[in-house]
C-alpha cells in the first residue's frame, strides 16, 4: 500500500506555522489530500500543537521575530516527541536576514526534510548561488551534488526541486520527473508541495526517505494531471484544478504516472 | 420578507477580526452575500470600526495575545451600541490557551451568537467533549442538549453545526437540514458561516434567533447548490461555486431547499 | 512595444507591503502578469527588499504600527535608489486611525502614485468626502478636479478609481473607461490592480503616468474578457478567470479594447 493511501486513512494533524501568503492554499490543500492542516503561531500554544501533530511544516515565506520563534518552540517540541519537521527555506539568499535565519533555525531544530529551490538549499547550507526574489535561481551548478552535500551537512533529508526534483538523504537519491511548468505561475505551490511532504512524512514509519519521495512524485502527477484538464485556460483554474485532483488522484494514477528514478551513487 | 433580501437590500458592514487562514475567503463569501466586509485588528481603530458596523464577527482561528485584545474592544464597543457580536471559539479545547482565551473572551464581551461544532461549544461552557484539531469533534453526546445548556450559561444564541445544525437560544430550538459534506474539504467552511450568520444579525432587527436560523439554512442551501453543480469536480471547484451561489441563490432556492424544523422542548 | 510586453519580458520584481486579506490574490494576479511578487514586511530585510525590487506597493488595508513602519522604511529605501513606489490608502477616512496614517506616509515616503477611489483620495489630500466601509463612497464631487488637485498636492501620479477610472500628474489626465462592476464583488480587486500598476511602473523608464494609464486600461480589459466569459456564473468563477485574463490577454486585447481618452485642460 502507498503512503498516499496511509494519509487518506490516518487524516495526519499536520501543524503548519508558515507564510501569510500560502495559509489558505496550503491548509485547502492538505485538506483536499485527505490531512488534517492546523495553522497556529501563538508562542502560548505551539508546542502543545506540535506535540500532538503527526508532522510540523515550517515556512520563512513571510519571516518575522514572532514566527521564527513560534516555528522554532514548535519544531523543538516536535523533536522532543520524535515528530517529523520539515523546512521550506524561502527565499533563503534573497536577503542576510533570511538566511541568518535559516542558519538559526537549521541549528536550534533538528530537521526531518528541507524542501526548497536549488539556490534556497545552497545557502541553507552555506554554498554559493545565484538567487532573485523568492521563485528564481535555478543556477547552473550541479543539483543533485549540491542535495547530497546539503543531505549530509545537515543530516536530513532534501529535496531541491526545479525542473527536476531531487529527493536524498546523502545516500540514496532519487530523480523525480513530475510536475508541470504552471506550478511556477501560483504562489504557495512551493509551500504546499512542502505541507505535503510533511503530511507523507507523518505516516511513513521509517520509511521517510521513499515518503518523501512519493509525496514529490504525487504533487507533480496531480499538477499533471491539472495542467492538462485547464491546459490554455491559464493559472487561475490550474489553482484550483490542482486542490481538485490533490483530492482525487489516487493510486492508480501514481502507479501509471509517476516517475521517479534512483540515481546511482557515480552519478551526479 | 426574507432576512437574506434585506441583507441585499441593506449591504451591512461586517466587522471581522478572523484567522490569517480565512480572511479572503471571508470577505469574499460576504461580497458575494450582499454584505460589506471590513477586516481590521488594530487596537488604535477596532472600537471605532465595531461602532459603525452592523455586526461583529470575532473568530479565534489563529489567535494571539494582540489579536484577543483587538476582539475584546471591538466586542466591548459593539456591545456599547447594542450592535451583534457572533463569537467562532476555533479550535476550543485543543489547546490550554484556546480554551483559556475562550473563557475571557465570553467573559469579557456580551455574545449574541455562538457559533462551532459540538466540542468547540462544549469547551466555551465548560462541558467535557472529545476533540482533536479543529475540524473533529463531533462527539457522542446529545449535542441539542448541550446547545440549550451552552445558549442558558452563556445567555446567547448557540449554533452548533455537524451533520445537522442546531440554533437555540435555549428556549427554541431550531434543528437544520441543509448542506453537504464537502464543506468539510473546504478551510474556512465553518468560519464564513459566522460571519454569514453575522451579516443576517446585522438585518436581524429583535428577531436574531430567526435571522440566524435562517442564515445557516442559507448557507446550507448555496453548499447544496454548489456541491451537485460541481458533483465529482473536487473541492477546488466546490469552493469556488459555494461563492457563486451565495451571490446566486435567492429566496426562490430557500423557499424550495431550506430544511429547518423545530425542536420541540420535551425533545433533545 | 505596449509597456505590458516588457512586464512579460521583464518579469520585475514587486515588493508588496499589503494587507493580510489579498496577499495571495495579489501574488497570483502579479504572476499571472508576468511579474515577480515579493510580500515581506520584517523591518529587519524591508529595505533590503525594496533597495532590489523594480517597484513597491505599499497598502494599508489591514494596517497596524509595525506594517505601517515596515512600509516607511521600504518606501525610503525605494526613494534611495530612485524606485517606484505606490500606495493604496484603502479606508482612509473610514477611521481617524487610516486618515492620520496616511498623512504620515505621504509626508514620510516620496509617492510615485496613489491608487484609491475618490472617497480615498480625497481623505489623503484633506478634502472632505463621504465614505462607508473600505469599499464604498463614490460621493457625488467632480473626481477629475479632485484628483488633479491631490496630483499637486502630492506631487504624484493620482489614480481614481470608480465607474470609470482617472489617472493624472496634475497636468496630462486620463479617462479610462475599461473594467467591468462584478470586480467590486471580489475583494482585493482594487489593492491587485495597485500592485498591477506597480509592474508597469517598474518597467515604465521615465513614462510613467503613460505606463499607469496602461496598467489600469489593460487590468479592466482583463476584467472585461473575464466577466464576459464569466457572465452569470458569479463572482467566484469571475475571480479566478481574472487571473486567467491577466495571464492570457495580450496587446492583441489590448489594441483592440483599451478606452483611454485624454481630458483637456479645460475639461474636469
Same mark, same amino acid.
Given at each position: 500500500?502507498?503512503?498516499?493511501?496511509?494519509?487518506?486513512?490516518?487524516?495526519?494533524?499536520?501543524?503548519?506555522?508558515?507564510?501569510?501568503?500560502?495559509?489558505?492554499?496550503?491548509?485547502?490543500?492538505?485538506?483536499? %489530500?485527505? *490531512?488534517?492542516?492546523?495553522?497556529?503561531?501563538?508562542?502560548?500554544?505551539? $508546542?502543545?500543537?506540535?506535540?500532538?501533530?503527526?508532522?510540523?511544516?515550517?515556512?520563512?515565506?513571510?519571516?518575522?521575530?514572532?514566527?521564527?520563534?513560534?516555528?522554532?518552540?514548535?519544531?523543538? $517540541?516536535?523533536?522532543?516527541?520524535?515528530?517529523?519537521?520539515i523546512?521550506?527555506?524561502?527565499? !533563503?539568499?534573497?536577503?542576510?536576514?533570511?538566511?541568518?535565519?535559516?542558519?538559526?533555525?537549521?541549528?536550534?531544530?533538528?530537521?526531518t526534510a528541507l524542501?526548497?529551490?536549488?539556490?534556497?538549499?545552497?545557502?541553507? !547550507?552555506?554554498?554559493?548561488? $545565484?538567487?532573485?526574489?523568492?521563485?528564481?535561481?535555478? /543556477?547552473?551548478?550541479?543539483?543533485?551534488?549540491? $542535495?547530497?552535500? !546539503? !543531505?549530509?551537512?545537515?543530516?536530513c533529508i532534501?529535496i531541491?526541486? /526545479?525542473?527536476?526534483?531531487?529527493?536524498?538523504?546523502?545516500?540514496?537519491?532519487?530523480?523525480?520527473?513530475?510536475?508541470?511548468?504552471?506550478?511556477?505561475?501560483?504562489?504557495?505551490?512551493?509551500?504546499?508541495?512542502?505541507?505535503?511532504?510533511?503530511?507523507?512524512? *507523518?505516516?511513513?514509519?521509517?520509511?521517510?526517505?521513499?515518503?518523501a519521495?512519493?509525496?514529490?512524485?504525487?504533487?507533480?502527477?496531480?499538477?499533471?494531471?491539472?495542467?492538462?484538464?485547464?491546459?490554455?485556460?491559464?493559472?487561475?483554474?490550474?489553482?484550483?484544478?490542482? %486542490?481538485?485532483?490533490?483530492?482525487?488522484?489516487?493510486?492508480?494514477?501514481?502507479?501509471?504516472?509517476?516517475?521517479?528514478?534512483?540515481?546511482?551513487?557515480?552519478?551526479?
Amino acid at each position: 500500500m502507498r503512503f498516499l493511501t496511509k494519509v487518506r486513512e490516518q487524516n495526519p494533524l499536520i501543524h503548519n506555522i508558515t507564510n501569510m501568503v500560502v495559509t489558505n492554499f496550503t491548509a485547502n490543500g492538505l485538506l483536499a %489530500l485527505g *490531512a488534517s492542516p492546523f495553522m497556529a503561531d501563538s508562542h502560548e500554544e505551539v $508546542a502543545d500543537i506540535a506535540a500532538m501533530a503527526g508532522a510540523v511544516s515550517l515556512n520563512i515565506g513571510t519571516l518575522n521575530p514572532h514566527s521564527i520563534k513560534a516555528m522554532t518552540l514548535a519544531g523543538q $517540541a516536535a523533536n522532543a516527541h520524535g515528530i517529523p519537521v520539515i523546512l521550506d527555506p524561502v527565499g !533563503a539568499g534573497a536577503t542576510p536576514y533570511r538566511t541568518a535565519t535559516t542558519h538559526r533555525l537549521v541549528s536550534d531544530v533538528r530537521l526531518t526534510a528541507l524542501r526548497g529551490n536549488a539556490a534556497e538549499i545552497a545557502h541553507v !547550507a552555506g554554498e554559493p548561488w $545565484a538567487i532573485k526574489g523568492v521563485d528564481a535561481g535555478q /543556477g547552473a551548478g550541479n543539483a543533485i551534488q549540491l $542535495a547530497r552535500q !546539503a !543531505a549530509h551537512k545537515l543530516s536530513c533529508i532534501v529535496i531541491a526541486t /526545479g525542473k527536476e526534483d531531487i529527493v536524498t538523504d546523502g545516500a540514496t537519491t532519487f530523480l523525480i520527473a513530475n510536475g508541470d511548468p504552471i506550478l511556477t505561475k501560483v504562489t504557495g505551490a512551493g509551500c504546499l508541495l512542502s505541507s505535503v511532504v510533511a503530511a507523507f512524512l *507523518a505516516v511513513a514509519g521509517d520509511q521517510r526517505l521513499e515518503a518523501a519521495a512519493e509525496a514529490v512524485s504525487f504533487y507533480g502527477v496531480a499538477a499533471e494531471i491539472a495542467a492538462a484538464r485547464t491546459k490554455g485556460q491559464g493559472p487561475g483554474s490550474f489553482q484550483i484544478e490542482l %486542490l481538485n485532483q490533490l483530492s482525487l488522484a489516487g493510486e492508480e494514477q501514481l502507479n501509471r504516472m509517476s516517475a521517479i528514478t534512483p540515481v546511482p551513487d557515480s552519478a551526479g
